[in-house]
């Protein structure tokens, strides 16, 4: 058997499936290992799963909006049991899918955990494999270190994986994976209390956008219960969980759920004998074109913990493969990536926020809130708000944000627009297509507020 190869890739998540079957297709003889099931965080225990159960959630609402639309007689009870079931099955079928793409294109793949034990030399599965050049895409996991006693709780990994919905959920953790099942769960039944330190969920994100999501979700019944460092989870004595905060307070639940964040997958690969150096966070440090330290070494997706999303894995994963192999430089753009949230309402972004844009020069800012059709005609409190940060100078859209129905789908969309530099006067010169909620992102006319002096009139457009 001859175990030399052009390229391995350690880890067949999708920015490892991505490389693999580009280089291939630039004829290099690839092998890809797996130590787990092929398809990664996202298509196994992660984005798909996750919006899936989104899914199954958002018909609670479906359900009661429908008696405001003139339907009668309309009920259910959902089985989480017949979910998991049906999702289990879906899962099977696109690892099968992701299996034949690789086959498809050529790729070796081995089942099996792999670790660099030389330069240009990889072992798994028993065999020592040469090439000449090696790709770590090991992803992330759920970290669990960020109070006493977190080992207790499930992860994001588990949480997909419940048969039942239990009857109050705890959820610890702010970010983006913690807001989502919190909603989620509790479209379910779930009695939800989301527990973090900071004043509101979603740090990092537009602060409007922030506001307004903890509203919807107070809205709709869950607690939120933020300001508050958390100092450690036990078991409750009389069962389920306690969670105790620096201020003495205790919140209980029967169910936990931990999404204070994840950790690159970098244990175990032997990165640091090969040389891979690993920066602060413990993510393999790379350069604008996913080089690490070592030399024949690149990596690509969450575990170099840039932009962990899974679009963002596959461009650089394809960008090395077509720079490698297809002897033409490519690089990835970090800087306009659109990113989800997928809550009830959910919320979507690309670009700059109002506060960042802001440091960056004269800037207006536009906005539109309302009450959406459907909503409003079923008797529902949804809301919906978009915001447009708008370069001052250039009149050039800096930032896309949105929290509402179809968020994702709309921003997706104008994500083109700002990756393009499309100006504000473009947005104003774009027909609308009616009646949307989209079309409120081109009736927006006059600038909210500004921060700095554009040295033009009060319209937002720069003098031609």
């Not at 209980?252 to 950790?263: I, K, M, P, S």
């Given at each position: 058997m001859n175990d030399t190869y052009d390229l391995i890739v350690i880890g067949a998540g999708s920015g490892g499936v991505a490389a693999a079957?580009?280089?291939?297709?630039?004829?290099?003889?690839v092998l890809i290992a797996e130590a787990d099931r092929v398809g990664g965080t996202c298509v196994i225990r992660g984005?798909?799963?996750?919006?899936?159960?989104?899914?199954?959630?958002?018909?609670?609402?479906?359900?009661?909006e429908a008696v405001g639309f003139g339907w009668t007689g309309v009920s259910g009870r959902f089985e989480m049991a017949r979910w998991a079931d049906a999702k289990a099955h879906e899962i099977d079928r696109l690892e099968a899918i992701y299996r034949r793409m690789l086959a498809d294109a050529g790729v070796e793949l081995v089942d099996g955990r792999a670790r660099l034990s030389g330069p240009g030399l990889v072992e798994v599965a028993g065999r020592s494999l040469r090439a000449g050049r090696v790709l770590i895409a090991t992803g992330g996991a759920p970290a669990r270190d960020a109070l006493p006693g977190l080992e207790l709780a499930m992860s994001s990994n588990e949480v997909l994986n419940l048969r039942e919905v239990p009857a109050?959920?705890?959820?610890?953790?702010?970010?983006?994976?913690?807001?989502?099942?919190?909603?989620?769960?509790?479209g379910l039944g779930a009695q939800v209390t989301l527990a973090f330190?900071?004043?509101?969920?979603?740090?990092?994100?537009?602060?409007?956008?922030?506001?307004?999501?903890?509203?919807?979700?107070?809205?709709?019944?869950?607690?939120?219960?933020?300001?508050?460092?958390?100092?450690?989870?036990?078991?409750?004595?009389?069962?389920g969980f306690e969670l105790r905060?620096?201020?003495?307070?205790?919140?209980?639940?029967?169910?936990?759920?931990?999404?204070?964040?994840?950790?690159?997958?970098?244990?175990?690969?032997?990165?640091?004998?090969?040389?891979?150096?690993?920066?602060?966070?413990?993510?393999?440090?790379?350069?604008?074109?996913?080089?690490?330290?070592?030399?024949?070494?690149?990596a690509v997706g969450d575990v170099t913990n840039r932009v962990n999303l899974t679009p963002v894995a596959i461009a650089e994963g394809r960008a090395f493969a077509d720079s490698e192999f297809g002897r033409r430089r490519v690089r990835v753009d970090h800087r306009t990536v659109a990113s989800a949230v997928f809550t009830e309402p959910p919320i979507?972004?690309?670009g700059?926020?109002?506060?960042?844009?802001?440091?960056?020069?004269?800037?207006?800012?536009?906005?539109?809130?309302?009450?959406?059709?459907?909503?409003?005609?079923?008797?529902?409190?949804?809301?919906?708000?978009?915001?447009?940060?708008?370069?001052?100078?250039?009149?050039?859209?800096?930032?896309?944000?949105?929290?509402?129905?179809?968020?994702?789908?709309?921003?997706q969309s104008l994500a083109v627009a700002l990756?393009?530099?499309?100006?504000?006067?473009?947005?104003?010169?774009?027909?609308?297509?009616?009646?949307?909620?989209?079309?409120?992102?081109?009736?927006?006319?006059?600038?909210?507020?500004r921060h700095g002096t554009p040295p033009h009139g009060p319209t937002g457009t720069a003098p031609t």
């Amino acid at each position: 058997m001859n175990d030399t190869y052009d390229l391995i890739v350690i880890g067949a998540g999708s920015g490892g499936v991505a490389a693999a079957r580009r280089a291939a297709a630039h004829g290099a003889r690839v092998l890809i290992a797996e130590a787990d099931r092929v398809g990664g965080t996202c298509v196994i225990r992660g984005c798909v799963p996750k919006k899936l159960m989104m899914y199954a959630a958002g018909y609670a609402q479906l359900l009661s909006e429908a008696v405001g639309f003139g339907w009668t007689g309309v009920s259910g009870r959902f089985e989480m049991a017949r979910w998991a079931d049906a999702k289990a099955h879906e899962i099977d079928r696109l690892e099968a899918i992701y299996r034949r793409m690789l086959a498809d294109a050529g790729v070796e793949l081995v089942d099996g955990r792999a670790r660099l034990s030389g330069p240009g030399l990889v072992e798994v599965a028993g065999r020592s494999l040469r090439a000449g050049r090696v790709l770590i895409a090991t992803g992330g996991a759920p970290a669990r270190d960020a109070l006493p006693g977190l080992e207790l709780a499930m992860s994001s990994n588990e949480v997909l994986n419940l048969r039942e919905v239990p009857a109050s959920l705890l959820v610890i953790g702010g970010g983006y994976i913690a807001v989502e099942f919190a909603s989620i769960l509790a479209g379910l039944g779930a009695q939800v209390t989301l527990a973090f330190r900071d004043t509101l969920p979603l740090r990092g994100f537009d602060p409007d956008l922030r506001t307004r999501l903890a509203q919807a979700l107070s809205t709709r019944g869950l607690t939120l219960a933020g300001g508050v460092a958390l100092s450690e989870l036990a078991r409750g004595s009389g069962g389920g969980f306690e969670l105790r905060r620096a201020d003495a307070s205790v919140l209980r639940a029967e169910a936990v759920l931990n999404a204070t964040g994840r950790r690159p997958n970098t244990a175990g690969l032997g990165l640091a004998e090969a040389g891979v150096q690993l920066d602060a966070r413990g993510a393999v440090a790379v350069d604008q074109d996913s080089c690490t330290t070592a030399p024949g070494i690149w990596a690509v997706g969450d575990v170099t913990n840039r932009v962990n999303l899974t679009p963002v894995a596959i461009a650089e994963g394809r960008a090395f493969a077509d720079s490698e192999f297809g002897r033409r430089r490519v690089r990835v753009d970090h800087r306009t990536v659109a990113s989800a949230v997928f809550t009830e309402p959910p919320i979507a972004t690309v670009g700059l926020t109002e506060a960042d844009a802001a440091r960056e020069g004269p800037v207006d800012v536009y906005e539109s809130d309302f009450r959406p059709m459907k909503s409003a005609f079923a008797g529902g409190a949804g809301r919906s708000y978009m915001k447009l940060v708008v370069d001052g100078l250039s009149d050039v859209v800096l930032g896309i944000h949105m929290i509402g129905t179809d968020a994702p789908e709309i921003v997706q969309s104008l994500a083109v627009a700002l990756t393009c530099r499309a100006t504000k006067a473009d947005f104003d010169r774009t027909l609308a297509v009616h009646p949307t909620a989209a079309e409120e992102f081109v009736l927006m006319r006059e600038p909210v507020r500004r921060h700095g002096t554009p040295p033009h009139g009060p319209t937002g457009t720069a003098p031609t």
